[in-house]
């Protein structure tokens, strides 16, 4: 073998060893290495002025108003911390929790022997939120790819929301949830240096919500060698079996909502075992939800 091919064979390994090395740290299909911790801490501002309509279309002003003519601003902060530990090389646990700070304004329109009375009203609150936890095991892996099911439970057991006054903000649905789903991630090398990543589930809801099909397209790429890129498609659609609520001033049932977010994001590694990323998040399509933007600054870990 000349010296030109040695080179071209070790760029060639080199390459795919990064590739195969990034879609661990980002892509879902892929499980930890046996004792390796990959964390993700995260702090993200959201903000809806507007809302998701049963039929899908975006309005201004609350849900339940039958005037239809009732602004809001809803706030949120978040920090989040998301982790990943190899129990075994087809085996991560997977574990994550949010606490928020969350700030509702909005128009309460009240009656008065003079006429319609209009008043903003502020209301906030903060606290732990939902708790995640599950298994990915994978089921198959070939010299560029994955397959994998993963099995999550969301529990509501950090807040007690039974006492608020229903004009409160939840800081969740209060209710524990069970998901599972499929995923599957592939290099693409040779078209470019990244990979995909595709996921299929359902998430079973314990209580008032209605169940949902959960789907996931994720694309990422290395842009240099420390800066990267990724893009994923995040959604939800329920099954239509959620309760309805027996006084509603809608049509629709406020307990069935879909939604689907995209991600845009570009992370630059300090080192080889330490990332900083930005993200923007987008609600493109949903019914019966806020339609909102995030934006998101985080730190990437691996141990």
Request: glycine share 8%; proline share 3%.
């Amino acid at each position: 073998m000349t010296a030109t091919k040695k080179m071209w064979s070790l760029a060639t390994l080199s390459l795919i060893t990064l590739l195969l090395c990034a879609s661990q740290l980002w892509a879902g299909a892929w499980t930890q290495p046996q004792g390796k911790l990959y964390t993700r801490l995260a702090y993200s501002e959201y903000e809806a002025q507007r809302f998701f309509n049963e039929h899908g279309t975006s309005h201004d002003y609350s849900p339940g108003d039958a005037a239809k003519k009732r602004d809001f601003d809803y706030d949120e902060q978040t920090w989040s911390f998301y982790a990943e530990y190899g129990l075994l090389d087809n085996l991560t646990l997977i574990g994550s929790f949010d606490y928020k700070e969350l700030e509702w304004t909005f128009q309460s329109i009240t009656l008065q022997p003079s006429g319609m009375y209009i008043s903003d009203k502020n209301t906030k609150s903060s606290g732990l939120a939902d708790i995640n936890f599950g298994l990915r095991f994978r089921l198959l892996a070939t010299e560029s790819g994955a397959l994998s099911i993963q099995a999550l439970y969301k529990s509501a057991e950090a807040y007690d929301e039974k006492d608020l006054d229903p004009l409160e903000i939840q800081l969740g649905d209060a209710q524990d949830d069970f998901e599972l789903r499929l995923q599957f991630g592939q290099s693409l090398y040779p078209l470019f240096p990244g990979y995909c990543n595709i996921e299929a589930g359902y998430r079973w809801r314990s209580e008032y919500m209605a169940d949902e099909f959960v789907y996931l397209l994720e694309v990422g790429a290395d842009i240099t060698k420390s800066l990267y890129v990724r893009t994923k498609l995040d959604g939800t659609a329920n099954v239509g079996n959620g309760n309805d609520p027996a006084v509603t001033l809608v049509d629709a049932n406020p307990n069935e909502i879909d939604l689907g977010k995209l991600e845009l994001t570009v992370g630059y590694k300090i080192i080889s075992m330490l990332a900083v990323e930005a993200s923007y998040f987008n609600e493109l399509y949903g019914a019966n939800t806020t339609k909102g933007d995030t934006w998101s600054l985080a730190l990437a870990a691996t141990f």
